[in-house]
């Protein structure tokens, strides 16, 4: 009589039980892992829309507005007497605030004021990130706990 080679339903069992202990202790970090991440990528979005209204300014020579409208930021244009709208920043991760600064930006990209840009959620395990911003027009991201901005 051949042997049918193969694995027994007890075997089986062991392996289903050791990857669902495993899952199980996996996933509060996963859970972690991706509240922490919507708070970095509207952080991230947040640099990328002001880093884009700076080189805006210098490129056309001419002054561009950060303008907070209903939970938004629009880099705004001024020609004419007439705001063109060339770019909109919005939170769209659930939970996340983000503290957003009126802003002018000079042609030479210097801007108005000093700004210090809170992007949080409601979850105290999670990190906060600060967006710094110079009135030379500089800025940096910065976990809240640092508080780096000068």
Not at 36 to 61: G, H
């Amino acid at each position: 009589m051949r042997r049918i080679a193969g694995f027994t339903l007890i075997e089986l069992m062991v392996v289903l039980s050791v990857i669902g202990i495993m899952a199980a202790l996996a996933f509060p970090s996963f859970s972690q892992q991706i509240l922490q991440d919507r708070v970095v990528t509207t952080a991230n979005q947040l640099n990328s829309a002001y880093k884009f209204a700076r080189s805006e300014a210098v490129k056309r020579d001419k002054p561009i507005n950060l303008v907070v409208s209903n939970n938004s930021w629009q880099v705004t244009l001024n020609e004419g007497g007439v705001d063109t709208v060339l770019k909109e920043f919005s939170v769209t991760k659930s939970g996340v605030t983000v503290n957003l600064v009126a802003l002018a930006i000079s042609a030479s990209g210097e801007v108005d004021k000093q700004a210090e840009i809170l992007v949080k959620d409601e979850h105290t395990n999670t990190t906060d990130y600060v967006m710094c911003v110079l009135k030379s027009g500089q800025n940096w991201l910065v976990e809240n706990s640092q508080r780096g901005c000068a």
